[in-house]
């Protein structure tokens, strides 16, 4: 499947398509609703809105979920709901310290997953190992199912060779820097692969499958090897002109106090080298501690090791007002956490930035909702698998343009 393209159909064709896919969104929110319930949320006329339930249930879309049994009076509502196996993707997420494929389903559900838990290796290597795992999730599905597969959503970091120091990883990724591994692995599985910066990804799969639902504008924020962030604002994610908007991991803060931080004589730092899981191991490794992978840091993370405890105040000291700043511009009620690994590190850290944006919270302002992610360890991959689910079915304003997403690669074949 893909999106229609520039000049493809008249406005009222366009304005078809959105109000399906408004409909769509209706009742990812809801979970079920009746064909009055929509009409009435979408503020269009019931005969509309039978002729858009219909067309849905066609293309299998959406399906029968009963009748309304209570509350009202005559013959009892006939009741819809979004079809989990109306649609697929597969999400790969590549980020500096692991790679990870995802197969998804039009409910969100994660129905197969494939880590490799290593530094990123040279883009041809990648290659192979993301092919082999994506045909493995093409092969889980039978003829029927790949008719309904809308592509490859592709997640990953913008400037890959940047930062290194800030993150201590003693490799060179700058080879990434001049690749388009979005068309490369395009022309080795001939499936159209939609590209996304991997914080942009994650919030677009908060918005599409998860706390999207029922918020429409909130600040994203995940917690990995680096820091990477999104903002949906309106029920749309907000890229910005080169796709790096809500950037957080780079907002300025003064350097790190900490021991373990890389020696600077500059007056500011970025963000992510305090705010990022690399930071912390950095700081566990200065203390003798010995961390290969996520699995080590949890377990540094449960056994309350006071450079955790440290680490963290350096990052909350640094998160906090970052925050702040970039709530005074975007001015959304809340924010959202997750985090690549837990042991309770996440609640810890919610409850942290609460009481931080709190103590400096300016006058005439609110301090927003601190919610926890949906997806945890799996947000970039899931993000990256939603991508084509979510420029296939979500009512952007870009359909009422007959616009496409202009990351697709164009000659991919389905």
């Keep these: 499947m893909k999106s229609d393209g520039p000049g493809r159909g008249t406005n009222s064709v366009n304005l078809r398509l959105y109000n399906e896919r408004t409909l769509l969104q209706r009742l990812r929110r809801a979970g079920e609703a009746s064909k009055a319930d929509l009409a009435r949320w ?22 029968a ?76 599905l039978d003829a029927g199912q790949r008719k309904r597969l809308t592509g490859i959503g592709l997640a990953q970091p913008y400037n890959l060779g940047s930062w290194l120091r800030e993150l201590d990883l003693k490799a060179d990724f700058r080879i990434w820097d001049d690749v388009d591994f979005g068309a490369m692995l395009s022309h080795d599985v001939q499936l159209p692969v939609f590209k996304e910066n991997d914080g942009n990804a994650a919030a677009i799969a908060e918005l599409f499958f998860g706390v999207g639902r029922e918020e429409s504008d909130f600040l994203y924020i995940f917690i990995g090897a680096a820091l990477g962030a999104g903002v949906v604002i309106g029920g749309e994610s907000l890229r910005g002109s080169t796709g790096n908007a809500a950037d957080l991991g780079l907002m300025p803060v003064p350097p790190s106090r900490l021991a373990s931080a890389p020696v600077s004589d500059r007056r500011w730092d970025i963000l992510l080298s305090r705010a990022s899981l690399n ?71 919610m409850q942290r930035l609460d009481i931080g944006l709190r103590d400096i919270a300016p006058e005439a302002r609110q301090t927003p909702r601190i919610l926890r992610g949906s ?36 000659d991919a074949h389905v």
């Excluded at 994660?110 to 092969?139: C, F, I, N, Q």
């Design 279 to 349: 930071a912390m191991a950095r700081h566990l490794r200065h203390h003798g501690v010995k961390i290969q992978g996520h699995a080590d840091l949890e377990r540094a993370v449960h056994a309350h090791r006071s450079e955790v405890r440290e680490w963290l105040d350096d990052c909350v000291d640094a998160l906090v007002p970052s925050v702040r700043a970039a709530l005074a511009v975007l001015d959304v009620p809340a924010v959202v956490i997750d985090c690549d690994i837990d042991a309770g590190l996440v609640a810890e850290l």
């Design 65 to 140: 979920a009963g009748r309304r049994q209570e509350g009202q009076r005559g013959q009892p509502a006939g009741l819809y709901r979004i079809n989990s196996q109306g649609a697929y993707g597969i999400g790969v997420r590549l980020d500096r310290t692991m790679t990870e494929t995802v197969l998804v389903d039009l409910g969100g559900n994660l129905l197969a997953r494939e880590t490799h838990d290593v530094l990123l290796p040279h883009p041809d290597k990648a290659l192979a190992l993301v092919r082999k795992d994506v045909a493995r999730m093409v092969g889980m």
């Design 42 to 63: 979408a503020q269009l006329t019931n005969t509309a809105v039978g002729s858009i339930v219909q067309s849905l249930e066609d293309a299998g879309l959406i399906e």
């Design 375 to 410: 997806f945890r360890a799996d947000a970039g991959a899931v993000g990256a698998a939603s991508l084509p689910m979510f420029f296939n079915f979500s009512p952007r304003a870009d359909v009422l343009r007959g616009r496409s997403h202009r990351f697709i690669q164009e």
